[in-house]
């Protein structure tokens, strides 16, 4: 050691490399130096804000689904939140902070789902080169919260459905020209997910030309301004006859006065004034809130757009359509169906055992 604490260090990699074979280094020591050298300085580490930029570059909409993307960012914001200002913060303290913070009113599963994202994060932050480990590599999420019991969102009866279609078609009749169309509108939104039980965003994006009613059937399609969720949902879905009788009505209606001066749209469910799809609004005038309000003036409560697509699988049960076939119309797999979609519903389970007798 004290050696070469007083002889110079050679600059020359070369030289270097002699020198330390005189002092008895081997090859692989002599190697290992040289290539240190060579490297140069390692880079500075990544700030926070630069990190955030690069990790969000991956999630840009060419790469990956706008809600992964919204689902980063969230995270992000989560962690903000909590001060994080450095690469080097996502430790194990980090998800012990995230944990205890939450309302204890929280779905654990949610909880789970913010967990999973700051995993991501994470991962992205192991290949920066800003962070040495993953921390959900020494204790998975399944650990650190435990999921419990699915709480049973629910499903909107046959008897509240009468109800507020009964409340869309007085609203129909009762107003008059920007009013009477809103309200059009609304009901074969409405009327088009329960009688086929489409994903609000499926319907939402929808053009007239993915309609055929002669041939009974919708015909999703992915576009570049919308993917669908997934591969199998890009499937024909039928068109019974109420929902047939309902868009043939709403599209004779659809670019009637006094909208006549908007451009033309290609969306079934377009904007009041614009051509875009009816997905923006203020508070109050998009689709799940015009809804909600009318359920709320059917007497139905905690009514949602989800809750409307699960009452289409709920009731197709009843009505003898296998598991397998309900899957098929909803385009998800019998497991999600099964475990998500069809519930129990008292009225169907007493007409189904109406003639029952021994």
Same mark, same amino acid.
């Given at each position: 050691?004290?050696?070469?604490?007083?002889?110079?260090?050679?600059?020359?990699?070369?030289?270097?490399?002699?020198?330390?074979?005189?002092?008895?280094?081997?090859?692989?020591?002599?190697?290992?130096?040289?290539?240190?050298?060579?490297?140069?300085?390692?880079?500075?580490?990544?700030?926070?804000?630069?990190?955030?930029?690069?990790?969000?570059?991956?999630?840009?909409?060419?790469?990956?689904?706008?809600?992964?993307?919204?689902?980063?960012?969230?995270?992000?914001?989560?962690?903000?939140?909590?001060?994080?200002?450095?690469?080097?913060?996502?430790?194990?303290?980090?998800?012990?902070?995230?944990?205890?913070?939450?309302?204890?009113?929280?779905?654990?599963?949610?909880?789970?789902?913010?967990?999973?994202?700051?995993?991501?994060?994470?991962?992205?932050?192991?290949?920066?080169?800003?962070?040495?480990?993953?921390?959900?590599?020494?204790?998975?999420?399944?650990?650190?919260?435990?999921?419990?019991? %699915?709480?049973?969102?629910?499903?909107?009866?046959?008897?509240?459905?009468?109800?507020?279609?009964?409340?869309?078609? &007085?609203?129909? $009749?009762?107003?008059?020209?920007?009013?009477?169309? *809103?309200? $059009?509108?609304?009901? *074969?939104?409405?009327?088009?997910?329960?009688?086929?039980? %489409?994903?609000?965003?499926?319907?939402?994006?929808?053009?007239?030309?993915?309609?055929?009613?002669?041939?009974?059937?919708?015909?999703?399609?992915?576009? &570049?301004?919308?993917? %669908?969720?997934?591969?199998?949902? &890009?499937?024909?879905?039928?068109?019974?006859? #109420?929902?047939?009788?309902?868009?043939?009505?709403?599209?004779?209606?659809?670019?009637?006065?006094?909208?006549?001066?908007?451009?033309?749209?290609?969306?079934?469910? #377009? *904007?009041?004034?614009?051509?875009?799809?009816?997905?923006?609004?203020?508070?109050?005038?998009?689709?799940? *809130?015009?809804?909600?309000?009318?359920?709320?003036?059917?007497?139905?409560?905690? &009514?949602?757009?989800?809750?409307?697509?699960?009452?289409?699988?709920?009731?197709?049960?009843?009505?003898?359509?296998?598991?397998?076939?309900?899957? $098929?119309?909803?385009?998800?797999?019998?497991?999600?169906?099964?475990?998500?979609?069809?519930?129990?519903?008292?009225?169907?389970?007493?007409?189904?055992?109406?003639?029952?007798?021994?």
């Amino acid at each position: 050691m004290s050696v070469l604490q007083t002889d110079p260090i050679p600059a020359h990699l070369d030289a270097l490399d002699a020198w330390l074979a005189e002092r008895g280094f081997d090859g692989a020591a002599r190697a290992a130096v040289t290539t240190l050298l060579a490297a140069g300085p390692a880079p500075a580490p990544m700030s926070w804000e630069e990190f955030k930029r690069a990790c969000l570059e991956q999630y840009s909409p060419q790469l990956r689904a706008k809600a992964t993307r919204h689902a980063i960012e969230h995270a992000f914001r989560e962690l903000d939140a909590l001060n994080v200002r450095a690469v080097q913060d996502l430790d194990v303290r980090l998800i012990a902070r995230i944990v205890s913070t939450r309302d204890p009113d929280l779905s654990p599963r949610t909880v789970q789902g913010l967990l999973r994202q700051v995993s991501a994060i994470a991962s992205h932050a192991v290949a920066f080169g800003g962070l040495s480990v993953n921390p959900f590599k020494a204790r998975p999420i399944r650990t650190w919260v435990r999921a419990g019991q %699915l709480r049973d969102p629910g499903h909107i009866t046959k008897a509240e459905m009468r109800r507020i279609f009964e409340v869309l078609d &007085a609203d129909v $009749r009762e107003k008059k020209g920007r009013s009477e169309w *809103c309200s $059009r509108r609304l009901r *074969c939104f409405v009327k088009l997910i329960g009688f086929s039980g %489409l994903r609000k965003n499926e319907a939402l994006h929808l053009h007239v030309s993915d309609i055929d009613l002669a041939g009974g059937v919708i015909n999703l399609v992915s576009r &570049a301004s919308y993917r %669908l969720k997934a591969d199998s949902a &890009a499937k024909p879905v039928p068109i019974v006859r #109420p929902l047939a009788d309902e868009l043939r009505d709403w599209l004779s209606h659809r670019e009637a006065p006094p909208f006549s001066v908007r451009h033309a749209s290609p969306y079934v469910f #377009p *904007c009041v004034r614009t051509p875009t799809p009816w997905v923006f609004g203020s508070q109050g005038t998009r689709p799940l *809130c015009r809804f909600q309000e009318v359920a709320r003036r059917a007497g139905v409560k905690g &009514a949602t757009l989800q809750k409307l697509r699960r009452s289409v699988a709920t009731h197709l049960e009843a009505a003898g359509v296998g598991p397998a076939m309900i899957a $098929r119309i909803l385009r998800h797999s019998p497991q999600v169906d099964a475990q998500f979609y069809r519930k129990f519903d008292i009225e169907n389970v007493q007409a189904a055992m109406a003639n029952f007798t021994y």
